[in-house]
């Protein structure tokens, strides 16, 4: 399943999103929708229409569109028009694609099942509340393509339904000539958009997850669920219900999908409920220790990219939550460190597809004296590789020193620092907890004038910066930001549109803890109080 689809999906389903298409009046505007919306979710469109219309179609379209502009200029009105020469017989891309592209967000789709009929309707996907005067020229409906996969009573394969369309003006209805164990739509998890489904389906894909085949109908399903228990529509413990058998699944997408939800789904707990902090941390564990052991810290021969990035992520992951010194795994690591400073060459080779877990453990598990710290900052200063450098100044940035961040600053502005400047505060607020996100936030108000002055109106970076505060999830941390950042718009330049997006997510953030974090927590002391 796509990281390019997450991550659009994420942004997209924000108040502040944008259609594709938008007018701009200035270059600091243009310059400001090279964004997640221009990449991703045009990108992520694009492959669902080679879905929809097929590889063969899509391509023989698009060669008629390369064809007939090349050496000119072209709309994306007359990419669609090509598209239609190639098409199946009664399909309208342009019809299709415009409520995709002039038109911000995507619909959840809402699968009811009664005996034989299937009904399939659609809404807009929304976290938060839709900003004043926020109107579509389709309503905020989509021309959706839609197809199921199911295992049907006394089979034993799975069955994949034909594409059908959810019109904008009207549910589909399907009639089933045959009784379902569990169905999922979005099959192959191939279209944008969320899938949601009466209590009894979900009941039914929770007891049956193992069941469904391709991982990214596994990894598509788990984030449409907690999607919706983002946003309520969906309880969290049926969310969390279908991480509980991830101890045995050996698919990198679903383990990283699963892991990220059960990771943000912990952040949203009070920090004064420590019993269920710990028990997140506990779970998490659990989750990693079966992947951990069997695949150990070492590569083996011919194994794929899934496997070696499956290790790398139980590792980092394993580390962190088990917050031991004494664990064997976490002296493996710490050894392993020990010997790159000494020999960095030769060690990185038989460690490179861990490295970055190796890097970030050091610092974690750091004596009161930084010593880690103190080898990690002269392999930064001696590196002349960039990607090296990007991982030093992150795991170097999880310091819980203020005086080693300061040092990171320091060095940040100096006239050739190992990376850009913007990159070891944004890492700080990333990568440093809590402490490290209000440091960085402070650094960033105290030093406002520097940054500007550095990146001016029509950098880039000036959005890095910006987006700092946005893991904040108080009411008082969302009016100081609004605050700071209204009494300087005349110089955040192209950061604009990403401090509405900042501003946006902080509520969101607000509004998830206060209304989700009691039953997160309640969750996970009933799931380890029904193990004794």
Not at 145 to 164: D, H, K, L, N, R
Not at 390 to 399: E, H, P
Request: with cysteine.
């Amino acid at each position: 399943y796509p990281d390019e689809i997450v991550a659009a999906m994420d942004f997209d389903s924000s108040p502040s999103s944008h259609p594709i298409v938008v007018s701009v009046s200035s270059p600091e505007e243009l310059n400001g929708l090279f964004d997640t919306i221009s990449y991703r979710k045009g990108s992520s469109i694009n492959w669902m229409m080679q879905n929809f219309m097929g590889q063969d179609a899509f391509k023989k379209g698009l060669a008629t569109y390369i064809e007939k502009f090349k050496w000119g200029n072209a709309e994306m009105i007359d990419l669609f028009e090509a598209l239609n020469t190639a098409a199946p017989k009664g399909m309208n891309v342009t019809e299709i694609m415009l409520t995709w592209t002039e038109q911000m967000g995507f619909p959840y789709l809402t699968v009811k099942i009664d005996d034989t009929k299937m009904t399939v309707s659609q809404d807009r996907f929304l976290r938060g509340q839709a900003k004043d005067g926020d109107v579509s020229p389709y309503g905020y409906k989509w021309h959706v393509p839609f197809q199921f996969i199911g295992q049907a009573m006394g089979e034993t394969g799975v069955y994949t339904s034909p594409i059908y369309w959810v019109k904008p003006d009207k549910p589909l209805e399907i009639t089933l000539d045959k009784e379902f164990t569990w169905v999922k739509g979005n099959a192959g998890g191939k279209f944008y958009y969320i899938t949601t489904y009466d209590n009894d389906v979900w009941s039914q894909l929770g007891t049956n997850i193992e069941s469904i085949p391709e991982a990214t109908d596994r990894t598509s399903l788990l984030y449409d669920a907690f999607s919706l228990a983002k946003t309520g529509k969906l309880p969290y413990k049926s969310a969390l219900d279908l991480t509980k058998d991830l101890a045995d699944e050996d698919e990198y997408v679903v383990m990283y999908r699963g892991l990220v939800e059960v990771l943000d789904a912990k952040d949203l707990v009070k920090e004064e409920d420590t019993e269920a902090k710990a028990l997140y941390k506990k779970y998490v564990v659990e989750m990693l220790e079966p992947t951990v052991t069997d695949l150990g810290f070492t590569a083996k021969a011919g194994e794929s990219i899934a496997v070696l990035k499956m290790r790398d992520l139980a590792l980092r992951n394993y580390l962190k939550n088990v917050a031991n010194e004494t664990n064997e795994h976490v002296a493996t690591a710490l050894d392993l460190f020990d010997q790159f400073v000494l020999d960095p060459i030769t060690v990185k080779a038989n460690i490179r597809d861990i490295f970055v877990t190796i890097t970030r453990t050091a610092i974690l598990y750091d004596d009161a004296n930084h010593a880690n710290w103190d080898s990690m900052w002269d392999l930064l200063q001696a590196s002349e590789w960039e990607a090296d450098q990007k991982i030093y100044i992150a795991a170097l940035a999880k310091t819980n020193s203020n005086e080693k961040r300061d040092k990171m600053i320091d060095e940040s502005f100096k006239p050739k620092p190992k990376s850009d400047c913007y990159r070891y505060l944004y890492y700080i607020a990333i990568y440093g907890g809590s402490e490290g996100l209000d440091y960085a936030w402070g650094k960033l108000k105290e030093r406002w004038a520097d940054y500007t002055l550095k990146y001016n109106s029509t950098s880039f970076s000036m959005g890095y910066l910006v987006e700092i505060p946005a893991a904040f999830d108080t009411e008082k941390k969302y009016d100081e930001v609004k605050e700071f950042f209204d009494a300087n718009t005349d110089t955040i330049g192209t950061g604009l549109k990403t401090v509405s997006e900042t501003l946006a997510t902080i509520k969101t953030n607000i509004e998830k803890k206060g209304t989700y974090g009691g039953e997160i927590a309640e969750w996970i002391k009933d799931y380890y109080k029904n193990l004794i």
